[in-house]
T-cell receptor, first 112, second 115 residues
Framework: QKEVEQNSGPLSVPEGAIASLNCTYS??????FFWYRQYSGKSPELIMS????GDKEDGRFTAQLNKASQYVSLLIRDSQPSDSATYLC????????????FGKGTRLHILP | GAGVSQSPSNKVTEKGKDVELRCDPI?????LYWYRQRLGQGLEFLIY????????KSGLPSDRFSAERTGESVSTLTIQRTQQEDSAVYLC?????????????FGPGTRLTVT
């Protein structure tokens, strides 16, 4: 059974601090990793994709991938109240680039 | 450009009735996915279409669920003889597919309530 695990939270972070969201996955040969943000009552929105080990930065967001340890993380710098949402980690199924599994998400709450 | 669109946005139906949900993918996207999200739960994969290949139906929960897609355009998800447990948000996503990119972009969803 392929799995993507996330802490459900809620994770509470003061405004302006760094929020760190973590995800582990079971399929050692997965190659594609995605972070989605989902506001309450809305559909998921793709915010980051990462395919190689290391860091990928986009504005206040940094995705980190460590394939040897099978984890991927998302850092949000200078957290804002508008970052309060559920963050979904998604990972492709081995040999199926076209099919991804979603974690259940981590609820993030930025404290004003 | 236009994103993924879904209709209706909300649907209330009586138990036992059939419902049809529609998805219009992003133009040029060959891959189309349907997911279900129950209240407070994660995304549950239902079915996947890629171009003219046979669909991956491995996530359909019962034979009451079916989906069709015409070419690389509109898809409809049909739920027959609806049950209260079918109440959920049904999300459609599309991606370029075909070995180019599998980043999935979601529509706004259809909220189905079975009374």
């Amino acid at each position: 059974q392929k799995e993507v695990e996330q802490n459900s939270g809620p994770l509470s972070v003061p405004e302006g601090a760094i929020a760190s969201l973590n995800c582990t996955y079971s399929d050692r040969v997965s190659q594609s990793f995605f972070w989605y943000r989902q506001y309450s009552g809305k559909s998921p929105e793709l915010i980051m994709s990462i395919y190689s080990n290391g860091d990928k930065e986009d504005g206040r967001f940094t995705a980190q991938l460590n394939k040897a340890s099978q984890y991927v993380s998302l850092l949000i710098r200078d957290s804002q109240p508008s970052d309060s949402a559920t963050y979904l980690c998604a990972v492709n199924i081995a040999n199926r680039d076209d099919k991804i599994i979603f974690g259940k998400g981590t609820r993030l709450h930025i404290l004003p | 450009g236009a994103g993924v669109s879904q209709s209706p946005s909300n649907k209330v139906t009586e138990k036992g009735k059939d419902v049809e949900l529609r998805c219009d993918p992003i133009s040029g996207h060959t891959a189309l996915y349907w997911y279900r999200q129950r209240l407070g739960q994660g995304l549950e994969f239902l079915i996947y279409f890629q171009g003219n290949s046979a669909p991956d139906k491995s996530g359909l929960p019962s034979d009451r669920f079916s989906a069709e897609r015409t070419g690389e355009s509109v898809s409809t998800l049909t739920i027959q003889r609806t049950q209260q447990e079918d109440s959920a948000v049904y999300l459609c996503a599309s991606s370029l597919g075909g070995g180019r990119s599998y980043e999935q972009y979601f529509g706004p969803g259809t909220r189905l309530t079975v009374t």
